[in-house]
């Protein structure tokens, strides 16, 4: 046993207490603020006016934050320490509120790429506004897009070990699909952050081109962390949240295993050519790699499997698809 485990619960508050306001007294201390300034792209769910994206713009100064949206111009306030924001409609003077959108609040994450929230139309009722609207969800575009699809998300290129994809023509239940990227450089990310899958899961884009393109969902539910820090896993043997069955994020492995019928991707083409596979975090940096480099390019056969297999695939130039869906 140490000296330390003898000193007592006051010597120890002591320490506790001088190591404390250290850390306050250094200059890197200070937490960092959110500034939700600039143009976003909105989901609404469940939709309430149409399936499409939403371009939001906030400009922030200090607590004070102003959005122009559609159906919204209004001030309202925000906590660039926390990222809670919040707009708040006037009460009703009638059966409706006077305010077109009634509520509207949320929390942007720590690192300002993303935001969640709630979004509460009016209701019938003569003293205010009531929260029942959708949920938000959103992500910072890098550029000045005109259009939802134009915008740009954070993104990094990286190398990748392994893309093993099976598939049997007519017994789409045998479809798998192997992702490996080891020394990649794309560390997990803390929670609480926009790529945390502990609040929002992830997401495997396997697309050929243009032409054909599989979203896989890795949801929250099947998502822990592993101890210590040390990044996250995935779970979901029996399938229930999708065909993805697991998953390993961690600082120098990220891997994805996938297999059935809900996999909507085939290989009953002559040749696959080249395959890519972007890997979303969430709302955060997504991590995109391409395989060019074929060991094996097999087309699905009655009977026989189709094979694509490809390793150690360098970086790509770009993200392919640009934009994630």
Partial sequence: MGDDEFEGPRASGL?????????????????????MTGTWK???SPDL???SPELWQFSQSGTSLVLDAPLIDDSGTIDPLTGDFEFVGEAGSGPFCADVFGVLGGRAALDGLSFTGHWGSPQNTPTRCVLFGPALRAVRCLNAPLDPSECLTPSVTIPASKLVFRDVAGQPNRRRILFLARDAGFAPVAESTSGDPLALGATLIVARGAAETAVLSLPAAGWDPLPNGGGYRYRDPAGTFGPCRSALWRERVLKVVCRGSDIPFTLDEPSQGALAVTFQPGLGVRACAEFG????????APGRAGLFRA????????CTPAVVP
């Fill in 293 to 300: 480099g074929v060991e094996v390019d097999r087309p699905a």
């Fill in 311 to 318: 390793r150690n695939a360098a970086a790509p130039g770009a």
């Fill in 49 to 51: 006016f149409s399936s």
């Fill in 15 to 35: 320490r506790l207490a001088a190591v404390l306001l250290l850390v306050l007294a250094l200059p890197g201390a200070v937490a960092a603020q959110v500034d």
């Fill in 42 to 44: 909105v989901r609404l």
